[in-house]
Every structure is written in C-alpha cells, then in structure tokens.
C-alpha cells in the first residue's frame, strides 16, 4: 500500500500562490499516475491535475494556466504550484496514487487532505 501525506495549504489572498506537497510511502510494484483533487463544502470531488508514470499531465480547464503539477520521483513527492488563485478554487486538496500492489493488483490511495483558502 501507498500511504501520503499533503502540506501546504493555508489561508491566501486572491491572485496569491501556495505551493503544495505529497510525500509517498510504501512498498508497491509501481506507480501508475499520482494526482491532485479537490472537494469543496457541498460539492463533489473533483480532479485538478494528474502526472503519469510517464511524465505526462492533464488538468482540470478551470485551472489550466495557473496550476502546475510535477514530480521528485526519488524523494517520492508530488507538488501542485497554484498560481493566481481565486476564491473558487477554496477546497480541501486530497493527494491520489493510482498503483500497483506487489501482487499485481490495481490499488488507490488517498492522503487525509489539506485546506486551501483564498480570501481577502
């Protein structure tokens, strides 16, 4: 199993940036994809971005532009620049990791989440 852990959230101001981390632990065959998503009071979680295996991205249209997702694969990290944020993009960030377990077998795991809040 692949257990992870989010920082860097907290409280800023619109047009503001934070960048946040997942760090990733475990024993697993492989790694699929990790991604970002976020759920905001009320409303369903939702994808922001993604990085596969690969090195490829893939991001919600709503943050195009303003979000960058990357990677450090030997320190088993994810990291989600937000740049120009908006009121609309409060949430609570959940880190993902599409893997594959030792006995090949698909997992998924989630990290407890953390708070983002833009506000003046």
């Known amino acids: 199993q692949v257990q992870l852990v989010e920082s860097g959230g907290g409280l800023v101001q619109p047009g503001g940036s934070l960048r946040l981390s997942c760090a990733a632990s475990?024993?697993?065959?492989?790694?699929?994809?990790m991604g970002w998503y976020r759920q905001a009071p009320g409303k369903e979680r939702e994808l922001v971005a993604v990085?596969?295996?690969?090195?490829?991205?893939n991001y919600a249209d709503s943050v195009k532009g303003r979000f960058t997702i990357s990677r450090d694969i030997a320190k088993g990290r994810v990291y989600l620049e937000m740049n120009n944020l908006k009121p609309e993009d409060t949430s609570v960030y959940y880190c993902?990791?599409?893997?594959?377990?030792?006995?090949?077998?698909?997992?998924?795991?989630w990290g407890q989440g953390t708070q983002v809040t833009v506000s003046s």
């Open positions: 475990g024993v697993i065959f492989s790694i699929n994809a």
């Open positions: 993902n990791a599409d893997f594959i377990t030792l006995g090949r077998r698909r997992g998924d795991s």
């Open positions: 990085i596969t295996s690969g090195g490829s991205t």
